[in-house]
């Protein structure tokens, strides 16, 4: 057991990125900024006044969720800004009970943090670090709720995240609400299919999960990501489907290409099928990459 263990721990694991949304808009965006009181001070006798600037976006209706993460307003070098009437917390604060930080000391608690496209943008940016939480955030509004356009890629992320916790069956609830034939989406289409083939594959439906890989064409972006991630469903689907000795040709391939691959099916947050894992750990164990990282742990 202690040589299995340090083998899984010496491989670093190499888990697949949450997909990223963008595409060109049609949509406005606006700054709006105003002083009061309009009577201002000069360099040399400055006076206090109350700086208000309002960032707007106005998304067409066939938009997709702006891929902006950050926008930058540059102000005049000779404004001087007072800190004592900004909301802050203190760190002791954030660190014991941040739920007892004074109402708008917290980023994205504005009073457009509940809008559906406000909401998606900030998940993305979360799924990597935290999905739990970024799962949380989508789960506040219903998929109807979010715009139209938008709903087959809520639907995609919240796949990915249900998916990477091993929540297969939430996975494959939201799945099979994504149409991949959307003719507004055809750039996702490929990634969509491969997340939608490994939800069908983990929950009884290999076959369909098998035909869905066989149906992507490789884009030109991000086509090794997705190869891989159809070859991983290639393992889920044969080894549901009883191909034991395909499922492991195909676990032992995967290995001598990266021997990292394997930890997505033997780290525990997958919640992967006891047997399966059990397999992999034995490819694992064989593999001489592998093999070569414990001798090297071993010395030490």
């Known amino acids: 057991m202690r040589k299995v263990a340090l083998l899984v721990t010496a491989v670093a694991v190499a888990c697949f990125g949450v997909v990223g949304v963008s595409s060109a808009i049609n949509g406005k965006a606006g700054l709006k900024i105003s002083v009061s009181p309009s009577k201002v001070g000069t360099k040399t006798k400055p006076a206090n006044a109350k700086l208000f600037t309002d960032i707007t976006t106005a998304p067409a209706a066939d938009d997709q969720p702006f891929a902006t993460k950050a926008t930058v307003v540059h102000l005049d070098k000779n404004f001087v800004f007072k800190g004592k009437n900004a909301k802050s917390c203190s760190n002791s604060q954030v660190l014991s009970d941040q739920t007892k930080c004074p109402s708008g000391s917290k980023l994205g608690a504005g009073k457009d943090a509940s809008d559906p496209t406000n909401i998606f943008a900030r998940a993305q940016l ?63 289409r490929t990634m969509a299919a491969v997340i939608v083939a490994e939800a069908f594959a983990r929950t009884g439906k290999p076959k369909e999960a098998l035909a869905l890989v066989e149906s992507i064409e490789l884009p030109k972006k991000d086509a090794d990501q997705i190869l891989v991630q159809a070859r991983v469903v290639k393992v889920f689907a044969k080894f549901a489907m009883n191909q034991r000795p395909a499922a492991r040709a195909e676990l032992v391939a995967l290995a001598d290409d ?43």
Do not use: C, W
């Not at 639907?155 to 990915?160: D, F």
């Not at 394997?262 to 592998?290: D, I, S, W």
């Open 126 to 188: 979360m799924a990597q670090d935290d999905p739990k939480a970024a799962l949380a955030l989508l789960d506040t509004k219903e998929l109807k709720a979010y715009p139209a356009a938008m709903q087959d890629d809520v639907a995609i992320l919240k796949t990915q995240l249900y998916l990477g916790m091993g929540r297969t069956q939430d996975a494959r609830k939201v799945a099979e609400t994504i149409n991949l034939e959307n003719p507004s989406r055809k750039e996702m």
């Open 258 to 300: 990266d021997v990292n691959y394997l930890g997505r099916f033997l780290m525990p947050q997958f919640k992967v099928h006891p047997e399966l894992q059990k397999l992999a750990r034995q490819v694992l164990e064989a593999n001489p990459a592998a093999r070569k990282v414990v001798k090297g742990q071993q010395r030490r």
